[in-house]
């Protein structure tokens, strides 16, 4: 499927191109010399007749589409095993939430998360992996009631979204939990994404619905309208006929997530970085992990979530020209994983 989607990909934008400078080189035409200047006293069908180009054009365009009707019907039962893809309840009795929680540098906010996760009712556990601060995060952490993990080297996000992990296996909670203590998430959120973990096994944030976000918040037009096409691109590689995909999602981005323990446990050693450590990076490990728990059978939900402004400064977005770079690295990272 990988080759496919790869060589699908690649053919798709080079026709997308082709279509849109044929169709902008004749609009020029037209506006310049009018529409009867473009058709040379010929009707439509017949201008498509002697053009030499046009008909290459609109050949490999109906070639291209029918290619894509027959891979549809072929993947029309796609991850559709009763036992593995569809409805099932499975009771969490007595939820217990271990939350690790990637930290860098964050003292203006880290008091607040801590208490926030702390003062949740089923959360048993909050574990702080720091990154290597060089602020007062970690102190105060401590002093809020988080178990701190300190690596003693800034070995990256990725390093530290699997430590929180496996150091999370490590509690006896029932639950594992993980997200960023940038500010933007909210604690509360965890009690709805635990209701549906009764029904499947990850649980993964969608923080674009616009009723539940704070105005002014990182995920500019740009931002959204990327991760939106992003993630839609994302979803085709999963896609059959019967329900549009063994996975729904329209937010590429969001680290904040659930799983049941048992799920993670089944998942946790393709994290192992001494054996993959090429199959991910900062940018991709949360498309990573939708590929491993995919991969695996694991029932992903995506719900809505809230989502605040960000307290401090990020060190993955900002500008335009940052969001653009993670933007080409996720896409070419779907097109070939």
Known sequence: ????????????????????????????????????????????????????????????????????????????????????????????????????????????????????FINQKEVSDVIVIDNHSTDETVKIAKERGAKIITKEINKGYSDSWILGLKESLKTEANIIAIADIDGTYNAYDLSKMVAYLENCDMVIGNRLVQNLTEKGNQNTMFYTWGNWMLAKLYQLKYFNLLHRGHIQISDVGCSFRCFRREALEKIIEEFDLTKNKNKFNDTTILLYTNNVAIKNDLKVIEIPITFNQRIGQSKYTGSNRKGVKFGLIMLWYIIKS
């Open 1 to 116: 499927m990988g080759s496919f989607f790869i060589i699908m990909s690649i053919v798709g934008s080079i026709l997308f191109l082709i279509n849109l400078i044929w169709f902008g080189w004749n609009t020029v035409i037209w506006l310049s010399n009018g529409i009867q200047f473009l058709l040379q006293d010929m009707n439509f069908v017949e201008r498509i007749y002697e053009s030499f180009l046009m008909k290459w054009i609109l050949l490999a365009d109906f070639g291209y589409i029918i290619v894509i009707i027959i891979s549809t019907i072929i993947k029309k039962s796609y991850k559709t095993n009763l036992n593995s893809h569809y409805l099932q309840y499975q009771s969490i009795k007595n939820p217990k939430i271990s939350i690790s929680l990637n930290v860098f540098n964050e003292e203006q906010v880290v008091r607040k998360v801590v208490d926030d």
